[in-house]
């Protein structure tokens, strides 16, 4: 056995040890292709991993509600001043603890329980905290949705506009999970300022590449930006709400103590250094090439013969329908992650199957392209997926051990970030 790179860890409990030394090998084996994740640098992992962890903070710089800030203040300074720095905003709050909680906090800053509140529809490609019905924010909130035009897989602004004009919501949110295409954050705000609605950019999917330049910036056109840090803006899972300084009470007080104690000093600090390595020009490379990696990923799948909602990409995602290829989504996820390859299932609009079983598998460019992948490698991808979704419909377990094979190849040649060498 290699020697643990967590040797305390391997001493005390070497059972949860172990746990952690067989992820840091499938991590490193593995084509990971799931659009919200990637690989945080060793230096966001070091000061995730720091005693900055054993320090209660409630409150914020300069004002707590605790002693012994001196060190924990000049953290979250500088993780405010670095938000505020890339993303061009007056205001930044650090401390949600994750996206979710992020969000129910503008719920909370600007809507009572009852209000209407306007998102796009999960099996659209919203997320579940855009007022769908089984998250609080659609039981506690009458949440409205928008989606997509059947006949285009884009969403259509003039039917958000009429839905906007009739409901007339307190917040409206406009971002998701599943949206393959570039928000028109423009048309959203003259939409929300006709209705009277604040408006939300939830950015947690594309972060990375606004700050990086590769999508257009919400900044100036809405109200509040929610986002999580962990996914292409690639620090550790957390999240950040930015706003305009006239929302910045409001916002500060619904995160704490309206809805959270203590701040996670550790993450604080790790979204502080992810910050940093996001305003060098090699993060402005690193994003360009994440959506050249998904034009490319999205033109070699459209070769192979598959169907993608909307036709293609413009940002670092994929929503692939696999209706044309008899496989449901399901089916040919858990066929891919036997072949090396991770994606999850997911729906695609106006879907006829359940959300649980869909017809759609989502894919995306962040991880591979941390590994230095480039669009030399993206035919190949989209023939281990062809090859390997073509397995599943047959029951080829074979074939599916063949592409893992070469998988685990190129990823050795392609070492992640933060990952031992395997
Ligand atoms: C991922 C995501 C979230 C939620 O983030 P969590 O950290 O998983 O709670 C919220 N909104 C959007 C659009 C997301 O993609």
Redesign the pocket.
């Known amino acids: 056995m290699p020697a643990s790179r967590h040797p305390a860890l391997a001493a005390t409990d070497p059972e949860l040890a172990s746990f952690v030394a067989d992820e840091e090998v499938l991590q490193a084996r593995t084509l990971r292709l799931i659009p919200?994740e990637n690989y945080v640098s060793a230096a966001v992992l070091e000061a995730s991993g720091t005693v900055l962890q054993n320090k209660y903070s409630e409150g914020y710089p300069g004002r707590r509600y605790y002693e012994g800030q001196q060190n924990i203040d000049r953290v979250e300074a500088l993780a405010v001043e670095r938000a505020k720095g890339l993303f061009g905003v007056d205001h930044a709050n650090v401390q949600p603890y994750?996206?979710?909680?992020a969000?129910l906090a503008v719920y909370l800053a600007f809507a009572e329980p009852g209000d209407t509140v306007m998102g796009m529809a999960l099996p659209m490609g919203g997320?579940l905290?855009h007022g769908w019905g089984v998250s609080a924010t659609g039981t506690w909130f009458r949440g409205v949705r928008y989606g997509v035009a059947a006949s285009t897989g884009r969403i259509d602004y003039d039917a958000v506009r009429d839905l906007a004009l009739a409901e007339r919501p307190k917040i409206i949110f406009c971002?998701?999970?599943a949206l393959p295409r570039t928000i028109d954050f423009a048309a959203f705000a003259s939409i929300a300022e006709e209705a009277g609605s604040v408006l939300v950019a939830?950015v947690?999917?594309i972060a990375g590449l606004i700050a990086g330049g590769a999508h257009p910036s919400p900044v100036g056109h809405v109200d509040v930006i929610?986002t999580?840090t962990?996914?292409t803006l690639r620090g550790p899972?957390g999240?950040m709400l930015m706003c305009r300084a006239e929302h910045a009470k409001a916002i500060d007080k619904a995160v704490f103590p309206g809805l959270q104690g203590g701040p996670h000093n550790q993450t604080t600090a790790g979204i502080a250094v992810a910050l940093h390595e996001a305003a060098q020009p090699s993060f402005t490379a690193y994003a360009h090439q994440v959506v050249a990696n998904a034009k490319a990923l999205a033109g070699a799948l459209l070769e192979q013969g598959f169907d993608l909602v909307s036709g293609g990409t413009d940002n670092h995602l994929i929503l692939m329908d696999l209706t044309g290829r008899g496989v449901p989504g399901k089916v040919a996820a858990k066929a891919l992650d036997r072949a090396g390859i991770v994606v999850n299932h997911n729906t695609v609009p106006f879907d006829p199957r359940t959300p649980f079983d869909p017809s759609g598998v989502r894919i995306g460019t962040p991880s591979l392209t941390s590994r230095g992948l480039g669009t030399a490698h993206m035919p190949v991808v989209a023939e281990w997926i062809s090859r390997a979704v073509d397995a599943a419909a047959k029951g080829d377990e074979a074939v599916l051990a063949a592409v893992r094979a070469e998988v685990a190849d190129l990823m050795a040649a392609h070492p992640a970030p933060g990952l031992p060498l395997s």
Do not use: I, V
């Open positions: 919200s994750s996206g979710s909680p969000n997320h905290t971002g998701g999970t939830d947690a999917h929610s999580t962990h996914k899972r999240a």
